[in-house]
C-alpha cells in the first residue's frame, strides 16, 4: 500500500528522463504520454490530489489511463528515480475503483468472479471438461481427497486452454505425485480483482480460497499459471497464510527432474525459445529453472530472445489490458512473436497460461501469408511431449 502522501512525493521525483517508455509495451503501441509509465505517474498526483476530479467522477480517458496498463513492471525495473510506477498505477486502479470509475469492462469481470468464480462466466461444471477421462472417473463428485500436494490449475488452463491441464496431469502421474484437485469448485484465484483495485472482494475471495486450501491438508501447492502463483506469493500474505509450499510448474518440474523422478525419451529437435512471463521473471526472477526444465527436454540449447529475463518484453496478456483492451493486448503480442521470429524460433513456449492464450492470439492477427511458422505453447507442454 502507497499512501497520497507517498504518490505526491514518487510523482515529484520523476526527472522525465522517459527510460520508462522504451520498456512499457502500452506506449510502444500507442504513443501517447498518458499511457506511458511517466503520464500516468503524474495523473496519479491528479486522482490523490485533485479534489475537483474525484467530486465530480473518473473521466472515462483517465480510468483508461489506469486500466491500459498490464502490470508487466517494466518501468519499475528501468526508472532510475525508483518511483515504482508498477505501484503508484496500481494506487491509483483502487482509487478510481473505489469512486466507481472503473470501466464497464473490468466491472463484469468482476462480475463473472463473484456470480461464476470464474473470469468468463462459465459453468463451473465446464471446468474439468479438460481434465483427462481417467482423472474425472477418480475424482468423481465427492470434492477433493486429502493429499500432500494440491495442484491449483487457474481459470485460463481449464477454461481457454487445450493442452495445459492435460499435459501438468500427464507430468505429475508420470512421477506419481500424491496430488487432489478442486474440480468443479476450484475457485478464481482473484487476480483480476486485486489488479482492478477491488481489494474488498480480493480479500473475501482469498480468504475461500485459503480455507478451502487447508481443508485439504496438504503441505503443498503447484499451479502452471504465473498469475494464481504472483498471487498466491505476493497477495495472499496480506489477508492470511495459507501455510502450505508454494511452486510454480516450473519448479515443481525441475524439483521432479532433479530427483530422476521423470523419463524423457522423447527430446524435441524444434528451436525453442522461452517468453519470460511478468509474472515469474521481473516479479521473482525466476530466469534459471525454466531454462533449465527446456534444457532437459530439448536436444538443442533454447534460444534467446534479444529482450529476455529482466528486460522481456511483456507479451500484453496482464493487468486489465484483455479486458479494456483486447486489440491492444493482441498487437502487443505479434510484437513478442516476432521477437521470436528474429531468432529463428519454431516454438516459443511459456509459463503463464496467460502468456500463451495472448501469443496466441498475437500470431493469428498476423495476416496468414506474412504468418511465421511458429508455435506457441506451455513449458508443461513440451515436458509432457518428451514422456513417453
Ligand atoms: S507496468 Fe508495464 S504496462 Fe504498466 S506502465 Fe509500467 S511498463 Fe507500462
Ligand atoms: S523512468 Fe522514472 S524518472 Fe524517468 S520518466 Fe519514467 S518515471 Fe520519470
Do not use: W
Not at 108 to 119: F, G, M, Q, R, S
Not at 137 to 153: C, H, N, Q, S, W
Not at 167 to 179: G, L, R
Not at 283 to 290: G, L, Q, R, S, V
Amino acid at each position: 500500500m502507497i499512501s497520497a502522501e507517498e504518490v505526491k512525493e514518487l510523482s515529484s521525483r520523476c526527472v522525465k528522463c522517459g527510460l520508462c517508455l522504451a520498456s512499457c509495451p502500452v506506449y510502444q503501441e500507442i504513443l501517447t504520454e498518458e499511457a506511458s509509465p511517466r503520464g500516468r505517474v503524474q495523473l496519479a498526483k491528479h486522482i490523490f490530489h485533485g479534489q475537483e476530479e474525484k467530486s465530480s467522477g473518473v473521466s472515462e480517458k483517465l480510468a483508461e489511463a489506469f486500466y491500459l496498463c498490464t502490470s508487466c513492471n517494466a518501468c519499475s525495473v528501468s526508472c532510475p528515480s525508483q518511483i515504482k510506477p508498477t505501484e503508484v498505477i496500481q494506487e491509483g486502479r483502487e482509487e478510481i475503483f473505489a469512486a466507481g470509475g472503473a470501466p464497464e469492462p473490468v466491472k463484469a469481470v468482476k462480475e463473472n468472479i463473484l456470480n461464476t468464480a470464474n473470469v468468463y462466466a462459465a459453468k463451473k461444471e465446464d471446468r474439468t471438461a479438460v481434465y483427462p477421462a481417467a482423472l474425472r472417473e477418480r475424482i468423481g463428485a465427492k470434492g477433493p481427497r486429502k493429499a500432500d500436494t494440491v495442484l491449483f490449475l487457474g481459470c485460463v488452463a481449464s477454461y481457454l486452454d487445450m493442452k495445459i491441464v492435460p499435459s501438468f496431469i500427464k507430468i505429475m502421474d508420470a512421477a506419481k505425485v500424491d496430488y487432489t484437485l478442486f474440480a468443479e469448485e476450484e475457485l478464481c484465484c482473484g487476480l483480476p480483482l486485486y489488479v482492478m483495485g477491488d481489494k474488498e472482494n480480493f480479500r473475501k475471495n482469498a480468504k475461500e480460497v485459503i480455507d478451502m486450501i487447508k481443508k485439504t491438508g496438504a503441505r503443498e501447492i503447484v499451479t502452471p499459471c504465473a498469475g494464481c502463483y504472483k498471487t498466491f506469493r505476493k497477495y495472499y500474505p496480506e489477508v492470511g497464510d495459507m501455510g502450505v509450499q508454494i511452486y510454480h510448474s516450473v519448479h515443481y518440474i525441475l524439483k521432479l527432474i532433479e530427483m530422476k523422478a521423470l523419463d524423457f525419451d522423447l527430446k524435441t529437435n524444434k528451436k525453442v525459445t522461452y517468453h519470460d512471463p511478468c509474472d515469474l521473471g521481473r516479479t521473482f526472477e525466476i530466469f534459471d529453472e525454466p531454462r533449465e526444465v527446456l534444457k532437459a527436454v530439448l536436444e538443442h540449447e533454447p534460444l534467446e530472445l534479444e529482450r529476455s529475463r529482466l528486460l522481456a518484453r511483456c507479451c500484453g496478456g496482464g493487468g486489465s489490458v484483455t479486458a479494456v483492451g483486447p486489440e491492444l493486448a493482441a498487437e502487443m503480442a505479434k510484437t513478442r512473436i516476432k521477437d521470436a521470429e528474429e531468432v529463428g524460433a519454431e516454438v516459443i513456449v511459456s509459463g503463464c497460461s496467460t502468456c500463451k492464450d495472448n501469443l496466441r492470439k498475437g500470431l493469428k492477427l498476423i495476416p496468414k501469408a506474412e504468418r511465421p511458422k511458429i508455435r506457441v505453447k506451455d513449458i508443461t507442454e513440451i515436458v509432457a511431449e518428451a514422456i513417453t
